[in-house]
């Protein structure tokens, strides 16, 4: 049994040697050029602005001027509500006054359901706008990582990142739908409701009802934070580990083709080495890009609202100032709500960051 193991190895040894092996390189350039088609194709879809090319170049003033200009067009909208929120409490402030002068104060209590009436009519439209829009921003972010991830996994697959390609694809996908459904069935209703506690609260001053308001903006504030963030601690373990299983596995292939390949193994394994780091490269570069798109999907919409929450905290101040607390009342309720969807808006676009940037370090 052992003679014929050792003619069955001679055997192999002698056919690898008379056999004629040939080394050649393989240009990647065509790999290249696909990828960075589908990733202007994917940036051009969702008019970014921006193109595979201008990414490495591309400075903080710049993208700073792309989402400044994606975020002016939104601000007459909120300028213009802070104006009629001031001129409101100042009328309020002084017909009350007036009023509770010529009728002995009987009227003061009806003066300020009027005025709560007044500042409902003038801010609920563009708020429930504002929560409509931030439910589209998060329906089109979960279209672009739907296309985006796939192009960014093919990337990281190149590089040698089969199991953190894989691990990355399924586990961004699935946290990405399951995103975006939540927000479809859960978001409206949970913002409209504070916004209808708030109303009802501020009309009916002995009531409690802004205390269930600020308990759902901590509940799903406190929810969705710790989601994010056990989430993402769990693709980034996943995909260190994997990029550990990846990077040995890539040392492995490189030894057994340096060592059995003869006479040219050592070229091939060089070869290997310099093409994977190309493609390193570009998918370094991919998922940079894949982070620019979000950003510039998400923030301005994250600005938009941060300034309507300043509008409401300005508004608040001015009540307060003039002694018209039913309106404050109502203004740090509605501030609530703001609260819950700039939360989630923050977490959805972290999340995918985050995510994305540990990949690009693990595939390097």
């Not at 709560?116 to 563009?126: C, F, K, L, R, Y």
């Amino acid at each position: 049994m052992n003679r014929v193991m050792i003619f069955f190895l001679a055997f192999i040894l002698v056919l690898c040697v008379v056999q004629p092996f040939t080394a050649c390189a393989t240009d990647e350039a065509d790999v290249r050029d696909e990828i960075t088609q589908e990733i202007d194709g994917v940036l051009a879809d969702y008019d970014l602005g921006i193109a595979y090319e201008d990414i490495t170049d591309m400075s903080f003033s710049e993208i700073s001027e792309l989402i400044v200009g994606k975020l002016t067009s939104r601000l007459t909208a909120p300028m213009h509500m802070l104006t009629v929120i001031f001129l409101l409490v100042v009328l309020s402030a002084v017909i009350k006054n007036t009023a509770g002068g010529v009728l002995n104060g009987t009227s003061g209590e009806l003066y300020s359901m009027v005025s709560v009436i007044s500042a409902v009519t003038v801010t609920a439209p563009q708020l429930m706008e504002v929560y409509s829009d931030t439910l589209t921003d998060i329906e089109l972010c979960g279209s672009f990582i739907l296309v985006f991830v796939p192009v960014f996994s093919a990337a990281a697959l190149l590089s040698g990142g089969f199991t953190t390609a894989g691990a990355y694809h399924m586990l961004m996908l699935g946290a990405s739908e399951l995103f975006v459904e939540l927000s479809d069935n859960w978001l409206l209703p949970v913002l409209g409701t504070t916004a209808a506690l708030a109303a009802a609260g501020s009309v009916f001053p002995d009531s409690s009802l802004e205390s269930i308001s600020s308990f759902l903006k901590k509940g799903v504030t406190f929810a969705v934070t710790a989601s994010m963030t056990l989430f993402t601690g769990f693709v980034g373990l996943k995909c260190t580990i994997c990029g550990k299983a990846d990077g040995a596995a890539a040392k492995t292939a490189k030894m057994l083709v340096s060592s059995a390949v003869p006479i040219v193994g050592g070229a091939v394994s060089d070869a290997y080495a310099t093409i994977k780091g190309s493609f390193e490269v570009i998918g370094g570069t991919v998922g940079v890009a894949g982070i620019i798109g979000v950003v510039i999907l998400l923030l301005p919409k994250i600005l938009e609202i941060f300034i309507y929450r300043g509008v409401m905290c300005a508004g608040a101040a001015a009540a307060d100032l003039f002694s018209v607390k039913a309106v404050s009342k109502l203004l740090k309720s509605f501030d609530s709500g703001l609260a819950i969807a700039q939360c989630i808006l923050i977490s959805y676009s972290l999340m995918f960051i985050i995510s994305s940037a540990i990949i690009a370090q693990t595939i390097g």
